[in-house]
Every structure is written in C-alpha cells, then in structure tokens.
C-alpha cells in the first residue's frame, strides 16, 4: 500500500475516468507528472506551499496533460474535490455551469493559476461531516 500522495490522487483519477468519463489513460506518465505537481520543490521548498495552490496546480496538471482520451476536465475536477475532502475541506457556493465555466478558463489559459487559487480561497469551507 502506497502513502505517497500523487499516488493516491493518480489512483483516484483513473478510477474515477474509468467509471464515470468511459476515459481511458493514454498516457500514464502524464498523468503522475499532474499528481505529482502539487507536491513539487525548488531547493526543498513546495512550489505550491498551500492546499489553495497545490489544489490549483493539480487541477491545471490534470485538465492540460490530457493524459485520457475522454473526461479530462471532469476528472480533473473531480479529483480537485477529492484533494480538498482529503484536507477536510470543499467548495461551496458554485454552480455547475460556474465550475464548467471556471475548468474551461483553465485549460484556455484565460485564468492565471495564481487566480485561479484565488477562485478556489474565495468558495473554500471546511469539509463538515
């Protein structure tokens, strides 16, 4: 049993391509590079040092690697959730067509990924059970 975090995220996208995007993996490297982004560092320091970012960071990882060849953006999506339940927090206060809105600025790269953690902070609460 694996407790490095990309792992467990990669094990999450697939799983969750697989049964609800009918997505197939074409491209596993690029889909541990995308977990493993949010845990990146320069000089022993994180590149993304907060949950906000590294969440960000993994969903641009994922919607860009295009690492399936269907749901990248579902799954990229859900596997953000999945990241912030695992930091017992959510997002609140989004509809689906702002959060559809949102993923699709990502992978246009119509938003920066410092404000796309700033969207993040704005709707994040913590996970109630």
């Known amino acids: 049993m694996t ?3 990309s792992d467990k995220l990669f094990e999450f996208a697939v799983c969750y391509a697989r049964t609800e995007c009918s997505g197939s993996l074409i491209s ?3 889909l541990r590079s995308a977990c493993g982004r949010p845990f990146q560092t320069f000089d022993g ?5 907060t949950v906000v970012s590294q969440a960000a ?4 990882g994922i919607v860009l690697a295009h690492a399936f060849d ?3 953006k579902r799954t990229g999506w859900m596997t953000l959730i999945y990241f912030l339940a695992c930091h017992r ?3 609140r206060g ?8 949102v993923v699709v600025s990502v992978v246009t790269h119509n938003l920066p990924l410092a404000d796309f953690a700033g969207w993040i902070a704005q709707h994040l609460v913590p996970l109630t059970e």
């Not at 989004?94 to 809105?101: L, Y």
């Open 28 to 30: 596993e490297h690029k």
């Open 45 to 49: 320091s994180l590149l993304h040092p």
């Open 94 to 101: 989004i509809s689906d067509a702002e959060g559809e809105e």
């Open 70 to 72: 269907d749901g990248n």
């Open 3 to 5: 407790t490095d975090p």
């Open 57 to 60: 960071a993994l969903l641009e």
């Open 89 to 91: 927090q959510t997002l």
